[in-house]
């Protein structure tokens, strides 16, 4: 039997039970097919939850991320389920795109990756943190994320 880039992953085709906390939470990575020409890969999670760690009130956001691969591709069920892992996780919103943002670059070691946290008002502010690793790669594409400011997002 042929070996794949794919052999390794545990979660993506079949029932993965939700992580209980990010910690937890498995990032599974596979082979960048193209390592030898930059190009951009962009997650949105329109429907990001964490919780307030003071209040546990609920915190929404829209999540942008943008990297580019080096060696490693993040595979999207398990960011999907990482992701999802903040639903009961208690943080303030800057700690939550650091935490996302550090455990990628830690996961993958891409190229770049910048981190847009749109989350909706609590108290009538919405707090937009943005997180990157620093000059992305020349000739690569850096479309807008998309969010507009608030207005009712």
Not at 64 to 85: C, R, T
Not at 87 to 103: C, K, L
Not at 120 to 145: E, K, S
Request: net charge negative; charged share 15%; aromatic share 12%.
């Amino acid at each position: 039997m042929t070996q794949t880039i794919y052999d390794n992953l545990i979660q993506l085709g079949q029932h993965t039970a939700a992580p209980t906390t990010p910690e937890v939470a498995v990032l599974e990575r596979v082979a960048n097919p193209a390592p030898q020409r930059p190009y951009l890969v962009r997650f949105t999670c329109p429907e990001f939850t964490s919780l307030c760690p003071i209040t546990g009130q609920p915190d929404f956001a829209t999540i942008v991320i943008d990297y580019v691969p080096a060696g490693w591709l993040v595979e999207s069920k398990s960011l999907k389920l990482y992701l999802g892992a903040f639903r009961n996780h208690g943080a303030f919103h800057e700690a939550v795109t650091a935490a996302i943002g550090q455990r990628l670059v830690d996961e993958l070691s891409p190229a770049w990756l910048r981190i847009g946290a749109y989350f909706m008002p609590r108290g009538g502010i919405p707090i937009d943190v943005f997180w990157q690793t620093g000059t992305p790669p020349d000739g690569v594409w850096l479309p807008d994320q998309g969010v507009p400011p608030y207005r009712g997002r």
